[in-house]
Protein backbone atom coordinates (compact mmCIF):
# COMPACT_ATOMS: atom_id res chain seq x y z
CA UNK A 1 0.00 0.00 0.00
CA UNK A 2 2.67 1.85 0.78
CA UNK A 3 5.13 3.11 -1.95
CA UNK A 4 8.23 4.21 -0.57
CA UNK A 5 9.82 1.58 2.21
CA UNK A 6 11.07 3.06 5.73
CA UNK A 7 13.78 2.03 7.83
CA UNK A 8 12.41 0.58 10.84
CA UNK A 9 15.85 0.69 12.62
CA UNK A 10 16.34 4.25 12.31
CA UNK A 11 14.03 7.48 13.24
CA UNK A 12 11.61 7.83 9.59
CA UNK A 13 8.54 10.35 9.65
CA UNK A 14 6.47 10.56 6.03
CA UNK A 15 3.93 13.16 5.39
CA UNK A 16 2.12 13.88 2.60
CA UNK A 17 1.88 17.48 3.07
CA UNK A 18 5.02 18.65 4.88
CA UNK A 19 7.73 19.44 3.49
CA UNK A 20 10.98 17.15 3.77
CA UNK A 21 13.15 18.48 7.43
CA UNK A 22 10.06 20.11 8.89
CA UNK A 23 10.38 19.82 12.66
CA UNK A 24 7.63 17.63 14.25
CA UNK A 25 6.63 17.10 17.67
CA UNK A 26 4.76 13.34 17.70
CA UNK A 27 2.79 12.85 21.07
CA UNK A 28 1.54 10.08 22.46
CA UNK A 29 -1.86 10.89 24.30
CA UNK A 30 -1.84 7.96 26.10
CA UNK A 31 0.96 8.28 28.23
CA UNK A 32 2.16 11.69 27.48
CA UNK A 33 5.77 10.32 25.81
CA UNK A 34 6.74 12.65 22.96
CA UNK A 35 9.02 12.84 20.18
CA UNK A 36 10.81 15.42 18.25
CA UNK A 37 12.15 15.25 14.91
CA UNK A 38 11.86 16.05 11.49
CA UNK A 39 9.99 15.10 8.12
CA UNK A 40 12.26 12.40 6.33
CA UNK A 41 10.35 11.57 3.31
CA UNK A 42 7.26 13.05 1.38
CA UNK A 43 5.46 10.01 1.00
CA UNK A 44 2.46 8.12 -1.17
CA UNK A 45 0.01 6.32 1.04
CA UNK A 46 -3.75 5.83 1.73
CA UNK A 47 -5.47 8.89 3.01
CA UNK A 48 -6.94 6.92 5.67
CA UNK A 49 -3.52 7.87 7.50
CA UNK A 50 -2.23 10.99 8.75
CA UNK A 51 1.47 10.09 9.30
CA UNK A 52 3.69 7.26 8.63
CA UNK A 53 6.32 6.21 11.28
CA UNK A 54 8.87 3.72 11.78
CA UNK A 55 8.79 1.12 14.10
CA UNK A 56 11.31 3.24 16.19
CA UNK A 57 9.33 5.95 16.57
CA UNK A 58 6.43 3.83 17.29
CA UNK A 59 8.50 2.13 20.28
CA UNK A 60 9.95 5.28 21.82
CA UNK A 61 6.16 6.27 21.81
CA UNK A 62 5.27 3.32 23.98
CA UNK A 63 8.32 2.62 26.34
CA UNK A 64 6.88 2.84 30.03
Do not use: C
Request: glycine residues 2%.
Amino acid sequence: IINKKLENEAVAVMHRLLKRNTPIKIINPLNSKFIETSINKKGNYPKIFNVVISKKVAAEMVKT
